[in-house]
């Protein structure tokens, strides 16, 4: 593990890394059914499986791990696990809480092979893993009642629990660093951090952590109300290895947020962005060449370590992005200026 770190910490310096894009997108072309999610192990099971795309990493392993590899073969350099719903409070939807460990160390396991695989063919372009910690389907700071503001349904002691399980679960699956992303509540992801500090703490263990928050509108702030700046300053004592932003809005409308985060981030940035906005249909027409020719832009303007897709990307999607941003150099993290970066809902800087 050291060797591949040190690799990693090496190429970022070197040129923009390539990551994955959708899986969910990937998934639905495969028209799986309910027996298809359901497979042997969870025939009987009382409650509709249907769309628990992380349970496939059990019941058909051979769908998602011809996933992860096609995205190696369009150039990914990082790829990541199946694990966006692989927490106790998502699972719980499906009534498979208690399976969580066991879905998300197997989906660890799968990515882990994949990336393997070509490594060892092509050991001149090294394949790592990174170890999706998603959102939860709650929020720590948001109501989900509009007539009471105050209620709640997690706190941050959950959600650190349930952080710290899936992290130790991503771990027996050997990734290579953490990523926490899809952020739209700061609290939920400050839980996410600290958790995964308290692991490393207790385990003596300590890889990178990836951190990228989700900008939900044409606002230009997180569903919890921060900017891209604020969202920054929260999150920047994690000391991760990259900060950006992910999912939510194509390339075309991101383009101005990664700019920010760009200006602002003394880390590596990554993005990657939906294939354009949904059509009346739920489905994304942006193609690769068009989505391509933005990120291009982002690179040549110097904005990016780390590019992807998220949904609607594809592997065409992928090879278009890889192609785009070839032979042109990363972005230079910002020199830290020791002044103090404070944030609410908007940044502070004193």
Same mark, same amino acid.
């Given at each position: 593990?050291?060797?591949?770190?040190?690799?990693?910490?090496?190429?970022?310096?070197?040129?923009?890394?390539?990551?994955?894009?959708?899986?969910?997108?990937?998934?639905?072309?495969?028209?799986?059914?309910?027996?298809?999610?359901?497979?042997?192990?969870?025939?009987?099971?009382?409650?509709?499986?249907?769309?628990?795309?992380?349970?496939?990493?059990?019941?058909?392993?051979?769908?998602?791990?011809?996933?992860?590899?096609?995205?190696?073969?369009?150039?990914?350099?990082? &790829? =990541? /696990?199946?694990?966006?719903?692989? $927490?106790?409070?998502?699972? #719980?939807?499906?009534?498979?809480?208690?399976?969580?460990? %066991?879905?998300?160390?197997?989906?660890?396991?799968?990515?882990?092979?994949?990336?393997?695989?070509?490594?060892?063919?092509?050991?001149?372009?090294?394949?790592?893993?990174?170890?999706?910690?998603?959102?939860?389907?709650?929020?720590?700071?948001?109501?989900?009642?509009?007539?009471?503001?105050?209620?709640?349904?997690?706190?941050?002691?959950?959600?650190?629990?349930?952080?710290?399980?899936?992290?130790?679960?991503?771990?027996?699956g050997d990734?290579?660093?953490?990523? &926490? =992303? /899809?952020?739209?509540?700061?609290? $939920?992801?400050?839980?996410? #951090?600290?958790?995964?500090?308290?692991?490393?703490?207790? %385990?003596?263990?300590?890889?990178?952590?990836?951190?990228?928050?989700?900008?939900?509108?044409?606002?230009?702030?997180?569903?919890?109300?921060?900017?891209?700046?604020?969202?920054?300053?929260?999150?920047?004592?994690?000391?991760?290895?990259?900060?950006?932003?992910?999912?939510?809005?194509?390339?075309?409308?991101?383009?101005?947020?990664?700019?920010?985060?760009?200006?602002?981030?003394?880390?590596?940035?990554?993005?990657?962005?939906?294939a354009g906005?949904?059509n009346e249909?739920?489905?994304?027409?942006?193609?690769?060449?068009?989505?391509?020719?933005?990120?291009?832009?982002?690179?040549?303007?110097?904005?990016?370590?780390?590019?992807?897709?998220?949904?609607?990307?594809?592997?065409?999607?992928?090879?278009?992005?890889?192609?785009?941003?070839?032979?042109?150099?990363?972005?230079?993290?910002?020199?830290?200026?020791?002044?103090?970066?404070?944030?609410?809902?908007?940044?502070?800087?004193?």
């Amino acid at each position: 593990m050291p060797d591949r770190l040190s690799r990693l910490t090496a190429l970022l310096q070197k040129r923009i890394l390539i990551l994955d894009g959708a899986m969910g997108t990937m998934i639905q072309r495969h028209k799986l059914s309910e027996a298809d999610y359901r497979g042997e192990r969870f025939k009987d099971w009382p409650s509709d499986l249907k769309g628990n795309n992380d349970l496939l990493v059990l019941t058909n392993p051979g769908v998602i791990r011809g996933i992860h590899e096609q995205y190696l073969e369009a150039g990914a350099d990082i &790829i =990541e /696990t199946n694990t966006f719903n692989g $927490n106790r409070l998502s699972q #719980a939807d499906y009534g498979l809480q208690d399976y969580t460990a %066991d879905i998300v160390t197997a989906a660890a396991q799968l990515a882990r092979a994949a990336a393997d695989k070509y490594s060892a063919l092509t050991p001149e372009q090294p394949r790592f893993v990174a170890g999706v910690l998603g959102p939860t389907s709650k929020t720590a700071s948001i109501s989900p009642d509009v007539n009471d503001p105050g209620a709640r349904n997690t706190h941050f002691d959950e959600l650190i629990a349930v952080y710290a399980e899936a992290t130790r679960a991503l771990l027996a699956g050997d990734v290579d660093l953490i990523m &926490i =992303e /899809t952020i739209f509540d700061t609290l $939920n992801a400050k839980a996410a #951090a600290f958790a995964v500090d308290v692991v490393f703490e207790e %385990d003596g263990i300590v890889l990178p952590v990836m951190i990228s928050g989700t900008i939900t509108d044409a606002s230009g702030r997180t569903l919890s109300g921060q900017t891209v700046e604020a969202f920054y300053n929260s999150l920047r004592h994690v000391r991760p290895i990259s900060i950006g932003l992910n999912c939510a809005l194509g390339p075309d409308a991101l383009r101005p947020h990664v700019e920010d985060m760009a200006r602002v981030s003394e880390f590596c940035t990554s993005f990657h962005p939906n294939a354009g906005l949904p059509n009346e249909m739920g489905e994304y027409d942006m193609g690769p060449e068009e989505m391509a020719g933005h990120v291009g832009e982002w690179a040549e303007s110097g904005f990016i370590n780390i590019v992807g897709g998220c949904c609607g990307s594809t592997p065409e999607h992928i090879r278009a992005i890889a192609a785009a941003v070839a032979g042109k150099p990363p972005r230079r993290p910002k020199v830290p200026d020791h002044r103090m970066h404070l944030s609410g809902l908007e940044a502070f800087t004193i």
